[in-house]
């Protein structure tokens, strides 16, 4: 009686036990774009490098390596250095939601852009902790960017610095390439320190690190980040999404699961931004533009003159042609404008519709 009881209880806690360890997933429907088209210095582009781009309502501000860019009603308007840029190098831009401002990271200070005026933050006339600005992002009234030399933190209100790096934050070096925000938490991309969590209530860090140690292979797969070198980060629906150059990383809060180009359906290991819509995750590679939603795959390529998708879904890849593609597959940044998608490439600035 008592051998049958306990074999009861085992298979009913068991199981639960099991499903416990299982990582969260969601199976959020895929978007499918094309229609693609393709701006460059033809179309009025001060240039073909693109670093990033940003919706803004009818709008889309691009960030190129010869200045900074407004698309509005089919036309480019192109702002320098004698505009007030900081930089012909822009690499990041975000809107703030609060005041409608935007904010420019590049590669010789932080810019505002506020009722036609630039106003340039540099580390001589404020508290920015270094010059090369690699991404921006607002938070209300705050706004956070990754720079060469540790996170920055300005309060736009008490116009306030606040600097963090290895002296005060879990950072092995200043370094630091990516920030979002999401649930109350500022995540910082730290390059070859894995993600630094901030707690904006109680100010406390956590880090995250690849608990192997090894920096040539993940050997313990799903332990954690798959690697410690990070290069962008997005949270969106409870979800934690990691760039590397060495694969892609998915925290759900409890668990980590790893994705890499050999065993999904992952473009590139090697991976230059990453922004979560939804539950889907677009990831920009040197070899495309991967999309995945927790169990289905759609990458984006070239292919000749056209295009093609890659489709990938429980170790089954399939093929699609299409008569258009993005403009070129090192993809470097993504956003999205309604069923628009824009994508920066290093040769040139994309535009896809849904089709789906």
């Known amino acids: 009686m008592k051998k049958n009881l306990l074999i009861l209880t085992l298979g009913l806690i068991i199981p639960l036990i099991l499903q416990a360890r299982e990582p969260e997933t969601r199976s959020a429907t895929m978007p499918v774009y094309g229609k693609w088209k393709t701006f460059t210095t033809k179309d009025g582009l001060p240039a073909n490098k693109i670093f990033c781009v940003r919706a803004d309502g009818d709008r889309v501000w691009i960030g190129t390596s010869h200045g900074l860019v407004l698309y509005e009603n089919e036309v480019f308007t192109t702002f320098t250095t004698k505009d007030g840029l900081a930089h ?16 420019i990271g590049t590669l010789g200070g932080m810019n505002r852009y506020s009722g036609g005026k630039f106003d340039t933050f540099n580390q001589l006339n404020s508290g920015l902790p270094n010059d090369v600005i690699y991404a921006v ?9 990754a720079t060469g030399g540790g996170a ?3 309060d736009t209100y ?4 606040e600097i963090y790096t290895e002296r005060n934050a879990p950072m092995h070096e200043p370094w630091t390439y990516s920030v979002c925000t999401g649930d109350n938490k500022i995540f910082i991309a730290a390059w070859g320190g894995g993600v630094i969590e901030y707690q904006k209530e109680t ?7 690849d608990p192997d140690g090894e920096m040539e292979i993940d050997l313990f797969p799903d332990d954690g980040l798959v690697h410690d070198i990070t290069t962008a980060v997005s949270y969106s629906n409870g979800i934690l999404w990691v ?3 060495f694969g892609m990383s998915r925290y759900d809060g409890t668990h980590w699961k790893g994705y890499f180009d050999h065993d999904s359906g992952l473009a590139s290991n090697f991976i230059n931004f990453i922004r979560a819509r939804g539950d889907v995750a677009f ?3 040197d070899k495309g ?19 093609k998708r890659l489709y990938f879904k429980n170790g089954e890849t399939s093929t699609q042609t299409d008569p258009s593609s993005i403009a070129h597959e090192f993809t470097i940044g993504v956003d999205f404008q309604g069923d628009d998608i824009w994508v920066a490439t290093s040769y040139g600035l994309s535009r896809g519709t849904q089709i789906n």
């Open 152 to 154: 920055g933190h300005y």
């Open 203 to 209: 100010g406390n860090f956590r880090d995250y690190v």
């Open 243 to 245: 760039a590397t150059y």
């Open 137 to 145: 992002v607002c938070d209300g009234k705050d706004v956070w960017c």
């Open 283 to 285: 990831i920009c590679t």
């Open 88 to 103: 012909n190098g822009v690499l990041s831009i975000d809107v703030s939601e609060l005041t409608g401002d935007i904010w």
């Open 158 to 161: 008490q116009e306030e610095w």
């Open 289 to 307: 533009l991967s999309s995945f939603n927790g169990e289905e795959w759609i990458t984006y390529k070239k292919n000749g003159s056209g295009g």
